[in-house]
């Protein structure tokens, strides 16, 4: 059994700065891509940073250049730093994670249960 939480969401203006986590849990026996995404009210979840397990990452255009996605591979954790946060920012933000479990060759999609990020003065 494998588990996520996220952490790190709450309230800032906007131009502001937030760090989110994520830790992994359970039975493990090693992570490969991990990821975050977010949904906003009325629309469709959408990917926002990935990084690979030897720490290659990719963007989503909108958050290119003001988002870092980061991980601690020995805490097997996730990091996503925000800033210059926008009013366009706010959503639940989710993470996710590739993980393989302990006695498995399979791959699990895991998620977390989301943070909430609310970006208002």
């Known amino acids: 059994q494998v588990q996520l939480v996220e952490s790190g969401g709450g309230l800032v203006q906007p131009g502001g700065s937030l760090r989110l986590s994520c830790a992994a849990s359970?039975?493990?026996?090693?992570?490969?891509?991990m990821g975050w995404y977010r949904q906003a009210p009325g629309k469709q979840r959408e990917s926002l940073a990935a990084?690979?397990?030897?720490?290659?990452?990719n963007y989503a255009d909108s958050v290119k250049g003001r988002f870092t996605i980061s991980r601690d591979n020995a805490k097997n954790t996730v990091f996503l730093q925000m800033n210059t946060l926008k009013p366009e920012d706010t959503a639940v933000y989710y993470c996710?994670?590739?993980?393989?479990?302990?006695?498995?060759?399979?791959?699990?999609?895991?998620w977390g249960q989301g943070t909430l990020v609310t970006v208002s003065s």
């Open positions: 996710n994670a590739a993980v393989r479990a302990r006695g498995s060759v399979g791959v699990l999609d895991a």
């Open positions: 359970g039975s493990i026996f090693s992570i490969g891509r």
């Open positions: 990084i690979s397990s030897g720490g290659s990452t």
